[in-house]
C-alpha cells in the first residue's frame, strides 16, 4: 500500500549504493527501491523462508529486475554477509502484523498475547545484528506494519540506548 512505499523515498537512494533488504518478501518495497534507483553498486535481498523467497523473485521477473537474492536469517549475519558495508538498510522486521488487520482479519485468530514479546525480542536482535554492516554516514530504515510501541517506540528506544553511534533523523 501507500504507506509501504515510502520506505524506498525515505532510504535517499542514489547512483552506486550498496542497499540491503533485510526480511525482504514479498519483494513490494525491494523492487520499489530499484524502480527508483536503477543505478546502485548493489541491491542485496535476504529472506529466511524459501517459499517468501520465491515471490521476491516472481515480483523481481514480474518488473524485469535484478537483485542479489540470499535465503537466510538476516541475523545469522556471518552466514550470508561478504563484508562489504551497506550505504542503506532496510529492516522490515517480523512484526504482530496489527497495523494490516483490515486487509487480514485472521491475524486477530493466529496471534497469542506472548507473541508481542517474542517477536520485539527478535526485532532487537536483528537492528543489533544487522547495525554493524551499515557503512559510516549511512541510513538504516526500521520498519513494521504493527501499531503497538512494544514493536516499535520501545525496541528503538532500547537499541538507541545501547548503539552509542546510532543516532535518529526524524521523519
Known amino acids: 500500500d501507500g504507506a509501504a512505499q515510502l520506505a524506498a523515498s525515505l532510504l535517499e537512494l542514489k547512483p552506486n549504493l550498496r542497499v ?3 526480511c525482504a518478501a514479498p519483494g ?3 523492487t520499489h527501491i530499484l524502480e527508483l534507483c536503477s543505478e546502485l553498486d548493489a541491491c542485496v535481498a535476504v529472506e529466511s523462508e524459501a517459499a517468501r523467497m520465491n515471490l521476491i523473485h516472481d515480483n523481481l521477473k514480474r518488473l524485469g529486475q535484478e537483485a542479489t537474492c ?3 536469517d538476516a541475523g545469522a549475519v556471518k552466514k550470508w554477509w561478504d563484508g562489504k ?6 529492516l522490515d522486521a ?4 496489527s497495523g494490516v488487520i483490515r486487509r487480514h482479519p485472521d491475524i486477530k485468530l493466529l496471534r497469542q498475547p506472548t507473541d508481542i514479546e517474542q517477536l520485539s525480542e527478535k526485532q532487537l536482535s536483528l537492528l543489533k545484528a544487522l547495525w554493524p554492516l551499515l557503512a559510516p554516514g549511512g541510513i538504516f ?8 510501541p512494544e514493536e516499535n517506540a520501545d525496541v528503538l528506544r532500547q537499541f538507541m540506548a545501547e548503539t ?8
Not at 94 to 97: G, H, Q, T
Not at 141 to 146: G, V
Open 141 to 148: 530504515l526500521y520498519a513494521t506494519c504493527s501499531i503497538f
Open 28 to 30: 513490494g518495497k525491494l
Open 94 to 97: 517480523p512484526c504482530s502484523a
Open 85 to 90: 558495508l551497506f550505504d542503506r538498510i532496510l
Open 70 to 72: 540470499i535465503c537466510a
Open 20 to 22: 540491503l533488504d533485510a
Open 164 to 171: 552509542k553511534d546510532a543516532s535518529e533523523k526524524p521523519l
